[in-house]
């Protein structure tokens, strides 16, 4: 199993439009990515199903994908509704994946 390390800005994630930008590049998301939190869910969930098209990162191997956030207070201050649907969303992807093959997806990891 491999491991994918994704590390983001807080300071970058302080809107709606850059949270998507930044996801969406470090993740190659797919060109028709919708900017939204469902989205963001299923390209998160297909990280593991590379036949499904939603993210460049995508492999059948991939065994966690280990979100590192940096000055992580800039946006917890700043957008706590964005960093609130961050964490909702990752319980979200990670209950799917309980369900579907036992194993959580993301570990979300962040520092002040």
């Not at 302080?14 to 869910?41: C, K």
Request: aromatic share 8%; net charge negative; with cysteine.
């Amino acid at each position: 199993m491999t491991r994918l390390d994704v590390h983001l800005d807080g300071t970058d994630l302080q809107t709606r439009e850059t949270f998507h930008a930044r996801f969406a590049q470090a993740l190659a998301f797919p060109p028709f990515y919708g900017a939204n939190m469902d989205a963001w869910i299923d390209c998160m969930s297909a990280l593991g199903a590379p036949d499904e098209g939603l993210s460049g990162h995508a492999a059948r191997d991939l065994g966690v994908v280990a979100i590192r956030i940096a000055n992580v207070n800039t946006v917890k201050s700043a957008a706590p509704d964005i960093w609130a649907e961050l964490v909702d969303c990752t319980a979200i992807v990670n209950a799917r994946m309980l369900g579907s093959n036992g194993t959580p997806l993301i570990a979300l990891a962040y520092e002040e």
